[in-house]
Every structure is written in structure tokens, then in C-alpha cells.
């Protein structure tokens, strides 16, 4: 009798004991979980990369047409000239600092590693995009398992970054975006696993952080807004770590910017990229100057009224191009848990995973930069919300996850149907959202660029000066000096639209051809020339118009 009640007991402590193991958040199934999720990982990096390779060696005609932005090229022009010992150029006349450094470096060692200044160099360069967007996809996995501890959770948030069709595109578009997205990826999550749960981290991780963070703005100047945040989420900690932790993250920090700052200064005069404050500058001039002055009936206040409106029209806009199932998935599926809050309260479910709160920092970071582009700058491009695509992602898949396990507490066969459609809802959304975007193409007036550049090539002198706002693929394969006038990566032309001088500028330099858009020569940067500035320009070559307005235009130069 007495063995049988010590066989009981002893049973009803390993149960106990199994209960509390199975239960307690300080011990997490972490590696038979992530055992589990590990061949959905391999087969979600798998495909991801796959995609993305594919993209990197498609034929450049196509690309220009489909991924690479103007933009890239002037990235492609300075790294080649570097590569050449022509110095950190665009045009070969002057220095220029219109680029995120870290890429440029990169490119630069490729242009001398490879010898080839024409596609394959592109090629590769797009390649080494396509692996640092692969590793962004894995810490996507990453984070949240770390933070969540649900490997279900990880690979929803992984497959909703990796199988986006526009992140896919932006991804391998030569610009700096896979780098930036993956130290952007890489400093949240060393914070987030390393520094943010630790009572007092070792001061050498707070200086491993203070390099993640400095080595990110060399990446995208404007990731400063995501580190800013951090450090704002930091001071919740300031009473028990005291000013220890910011002094030496800071320190590393300004060790990591002060070549870069240097450089700047010494070279240009000023720490200010140009890149940063040229195309803004026009885009401003024509929202508070220009457009009031050409309706002086109405009163000042409603154009600076009417601006943050539109950029906000327009942030909205590019944000549900970008992530529309994210966004449905959260009001979705944020409204389906109010409806039932008191049920899941009774069920003790009402309460979203503890690591939710943690896993918003990172976005914030970007909401940030968001913010300081549409109403600094009041500029946007596309590929700014790529990292917005990577921090919805890290929220969205707990969210689905945490919906799930409701689900199934109810039926499993109702939990299966659900998370099979979240799946087919992520391969339908890329198979049709992304032929479309490949139908259509992020670019295909840039194919008039490229003929261009050919017309440029062989109807002008190897020593003929060109003149272009839009100037990368114009310099890239054409093979002639290319002065760019929209001042991205022309110190002088900042100062000579600041002072609206464009045409003094043209014949300083000795430009004998512009080419560029008529409207972009005719309207954008109209009223950055002097008066009678078109009485020297001759037309001599009108490129098939695409539209009444969108058409571009060769014209000499006369004195």
C-alpha cells in the first residue's frame, strides 16, 4: 500500500513538474521548436532567394525597364570611376558625396575585383543584393523567434517579407536598400534579444551596438531616426543602468561616422550629402513658392495647408502598394479580436504575446523616418518602405500566429483551414500583384534613357560635354562626360538652383548638349534658369513621344 502511494506521489510530481516546464515562459521549447520550424526556413530562404537571383541576372535592358531606378547609376558611374583611379566622381570635373557610403565602397571594390565597367559588374553587384536581402529574410526569423519564442510566428513573418513581391523588386534594384534593410534588420535584433531584456548588458555589447548603429547610418544616412527611437526606448532603463551604457554606445557611434564626416567636410565644405537636400529643395520651391506665386488669387495659407495633405495622401498610397496584407491582416484580424474580447477573456486568450510591445520598436524606427522624409523633406521615393515592408512583417506574423492558436483551441480543423489560407493568400498575392508589377514594370520610360545613351554614344565627340537632370544612365553607356544638373551628385548645380543660375552653370562647365525630358527641362526646372535661357538651346533630336508631355529632347548648346 505504501509502494502504491509513494508510486502516486511520485507520478503526481512528474506531472506537476512536466506542467510547469511545459508552462513557464523562463523555459520555452526553443530547440525542438526551432527544429521544427527549420525545414520551412530552408525552403522559405530557398524559394526567396531564388526569386531574387533570378531578378539579378535577368537581361539589364529588361531591368532598367523593371527594377534599376536612374538613381542606381549614379551609384554604378562614381564606383566605376573610384575603380578607375578617376577619384570619388560622377562626371570626372568634381568630387561628389551624393551617395550612402558603405554601398559605394562596396561597389567600388567590385569595379576593381571584376575589371568590367559595363553589365556583368551589375550583374554581380545585384547578386551580393540578392544574398544580403536573403539574410534579412533569416533574422526576420530570427527576431521574432528570439522575442516570441513560436516558430510559427517566425516563418509567417519571414514568408511576409520574403515573398513580397515589391520588396523582392526593391531588393535587387542597385541601390543601398538590401544593405541598409539588413543592418537596420541586424541592429534591432541586437538589441531587441541582447540589450533590451538584459538587466546590466557588458559594456563590450553596448559597444558592439554603438558599431551595429554607426555602421547602419553608413548604410542610409537617414537610419538615424531609427536609432534615435532606440535610444528614446532606452531611457525606460536610465534609473538602473544609469548614463554608462550611452556614453559608450555614443562613443562608438561617432568612432564609427567621424571618417565618413570627415571626408565630407574636407572634400565638400560641408557634412551635407548632396543627394539629401537637392531634389527636395525643388520639390519645396515648387510647393510654397512657385505654386502660390501662379495662383496669387488665393491665400498663402492653403498651399502650406494643402502640402502635408498630399505628401500624406501620397505616404499612404505607396504604403498600401507595399503592404496591403499586412495592413488588412491587422485591421482584419485586430477587429475580429474586439468583437470576441469578452470570449477570449473568459478563455484566458485576450492577451497578445508579451514580445508584441518589443517587436513595434523597429517600427516606430521606420514610422520615423517615414515622417522625416514626408514633412522634413517633403520628398518620398519607393524604396524607403522596404524596411517599413521588414518591421510589419516582424508584427504581422505574431499576430496571425496568436489568431491561429485561438482558432485551434476551438477546432483544429478550423485552425488548419485558417492558416491555409493565410498561406495561399501570401502565394496569390505574390503570383498576381507581383506579373502584374513585372508586366508592368517600376521603369519602362527609362528605356527611352538607355536609347539615349546610345544616341548620345554615337552622334556626339568623345570630348562633347552633355548636360542632363536625369543623368545616370545617360553617363553610364554613353561613354561622354555627363554633368548632373538636378544637383544629386553636383555640388555646383545645389548652388546654381539655390540662385537660379542653371543656364550660367550649362556654359561654365561648357556643356554643348542637354538631353533630358521635355517637361523635366521645360516645367520642373523651369524656373530654376535665368530668363531667356531657351534662346539657347536648338533642338536637334526629338525622341518617339510616350505622351503629349512625356517625351525627351536633345539640344545644343550656343552661346
Known amino acids: 500500500m505504501e509502494t502504491h502511494l509513494c508510486h502516486l506521489r511520485l507520478q503526481g510530481l512528474r506531472q506537476a513538474l512536466m506542467t510547469v516546464i511545459r508552462t513557464s515562459p523562463e523555459q520555452p521549447t526553443l530547440r525542438p521548436s526551432f527544429r521544427t520550424g527549420t525545414f520551412g526556413l530552408l525552403v522559405l530562404l530557398t524559394c526567396g532567394l531564388l526569386f531574387r537571383f533570378v531578378l539579378a541576372w535577368t537581361d539589364i535592358s529588361t531591368l532598367i525597364q523593371k527594377t534599376l531606378p536612374d538613381d542606381a547609376y549614379y551609384y554604378f558611374v562614381v564606383a566605376r570611376n573610384v575603380a578607375q583611379g578617376r577619384g570619388v566622381t560622377f562626371d570626372g570635373l568634381a ?14 571594390l567590385l569595379y576593381a575585383a ?39 510566428a517566425a516563418l509567417l513573418a519571414a514568408s511576409f517579407y520574403a515573398f513580397n513581391p515589391l520588396v523582392i523588386i526593391d ?149 498600401w502598394l507595399y503592404c496591403p496584407r499586412e495592413l488588412v491582416a491587422w485591421g482584419g484580424l485586430t477587429v475580429g479580436l474586439r468583437l470576441f474580447r469578452q470570449y477570449l477573456k473568459e478563455q484566458g486568450r485576450w492577451e497578445l504575446p508579451p514580445g508584441l510591445k518589443a517587436l513595434s520598436i523597429p517600427l516606430l524606427g521606420v514610422g520615423a523616418i517615414l515622417l522625416a522624409h514626408a514633412f522634413g523633406r517633403w520628398f518620398l521615393r519607393a524604396w524607403y518602405y522596404v524596411p517599413v515592408a521588414f518591421a510589419l512583417a516582424l508584427l504581422t506574423g505574431p499576430l496571425v500566429s496568436h489568431v491561429s492558436t485561438i482558432i485551434e483551441s476551438r477546432s483544429k480543423v478550423l485552425q488548419k483551414a485558417f492558416d491555409s489560407l493565410i498561406i495561399l493568400t501570401i502565394l496569390l498575392f505574390l503570383l498576381v500583384q507581383g506579373t502584374r508589377l513585372w508586366e508592368r514594370g517600376l521603369y519602362p520610360w527609362q528605356e527611352d534613357m538607355y536609347r539615349a545613351a546610345i544616341w548620345i554614344a554615337e552622334n556626339t565627340e568623345p570630348g562633347d560635354r552633355v548636360g542632363a537632370f536625369n543623368a545616370g544612365l545617360l553617363a553610364y553607356y554613353s561613354g561622354r562626360t555627363v554633368v548632373n544638373l538636378d544637383g544629386v551628385v553636383n555640388a555646383e548645380a545645389v548652388e546654381a538652383l539655390k540662385d537660379r543660375r542653371l543656364m550660367s552653370l550649362i556654359e561654365a562647365e561648357r556643356i554643348k548638349y542637354l538631353f533630358d525630358w521635355h517637361a523635366s527641362i521645360n516645367a520642373t526646372y523651369y524656373y530654376f534658369f535665368e530668363e531667356g535661357y531657351q534662346e539657347h538651346l536648338v533642338p536637334v533630336y526629338v525622341m518617339p513621344k510616350r505622351s503629349e508631355t512625356l517625351f525627351m529632347v536633345a539640344y545644343r548648346v550656343e552661346g
Open 95 to 108: 568630387p561628389t558625396n551624393g551617395f550612402h557610403p558603405l554601398w559605394a565602397v562596396i561597389l567600388s
Open 171 to 319: 531588393s535587387v534594384n542597385g541601390l543601398e536598400t538590401a544593405l541598409s534593410t539588413l543592418l537596420f534588420a541586424l541592429c534591432s535584433y541586437y538589441y531587441l534579444t541582447r540589450l533590451r531584456p538584459a538587466i546590466s548588458p557588458e559594456p563590450k555589447k553596448w559597444a558592439i551596438f554603438g558599431a551595429l548603429a554607426g555602421t547602419m547610418i553608413l548604410a542610409r544616412t537617414d537610419t538615424v531616426c531609427i536609432f534615435a527611437v532606440i535610444l528614446i526606448d532606452m531611457l525606460r532603463s536610465l534609473k538602473e543602468r544609469g548614463w554608462t551604457p550611452y556614453m559608450i554606445t555614443g562613443l562608438v557611434f561617432a568612432l564609427c561616422l567621424s571618417p565618413w564626416l570627415i571626408w565630407n567636410q574636407l572634400a565638400m565644405g560641408t557634412i551635407m550629402q548632396t543627394s539629401g537636400v537637392a531634389v527636395p529643395y525643388v520639390v519645396r520651391q515648387h510647393l510654397f513658392t512657385f505654386t502660390p506665386q501662379r495662383f496669387p488669387d488665393y491665400p498663402v495659407w492653403i498651399f502650406y495647408a494643402a502640402a502635408p495633405v498630399y505628401l500624406l495622401s501620397i505616404l499612404w498610397e505607396v504604403l
Open 114 to 152: 571584376v575589371r568590367d565597367s559595363g553589365d556583368l559588374t551589375i550583374h554581380i553587384a545585384l547578386t551580393v543584393s540578392a544574398l544580403l536581402d536573403g539574410a534579412t529574410i533569416l533574422l526576420a526569423y530570427i527576431i521574432v523567434h528570439s522575442t516570441i519564442r513560436d516558430p510559427k
